[in-house]
């Protein structure tokens, strides 16, 4: 298995900046794809921005300019920087893994509440 640990998160007024972290363990994190998904009430859990493991990076459209996805491989974390966040951005944060030889397996951490608000 590999576990994840989210943190990071809380509340920030719109046009502000949070960088969210996520530890990893459990596995050769070399080789896993990462990513950051984001959910509020009602809604489905959508992806934010991915990271392969060779380093590749995808952004939604939505947050494309605003958010960077980054991996630091010595330290097996992954962060998600966040900047002009607007309001509607306001959800728990989830960090997604799974090995690049094998998607079938997915792993999530619990997640860390971002507010934006005034």
């Known amino acids: 298995q590999v576990h994840l640990v989210e943190s990071g998160g809380g509340l920030v007024r719109p046009g502000g900046s949070l960088r969210l972290s996520c530890a990893a363990a459990?596995?050769?994190?070399?080789?896993?794809?990462l990513a950051w998904y984001r959910q509020t009430p009602g809604n489905q859990r959508e992806m934010a921005a991915t990271?392969?493991?060779?380093?590749?990076?995808v952004t939604t459209d939505s947050v494309k300019g605003r958010f960077t996805i980054s991996r630091d491989n010595a330290q097996n974390m992954i962060y998600l920087q966040m900047n002009n966040l607007k309001p509607e951005e306001t959800a728990v944060y989830y960090c997604?893994?799974?090995?690049?030889?094998?998607?079938?397996?997915?792993?999530w951490g619990q997640g860390t509440q971002v507010t934006v608000a005034a």
């Open positions: 459990g596995s050769i994190f070399e080789t896993l794809d």
């Open positions: 997604h893994a799974r090995p690049y030889y094998n998607t079938k397996h997915n792993y």
């Open positions: 990271i392969t493991s060779s380093g590749r990076t």
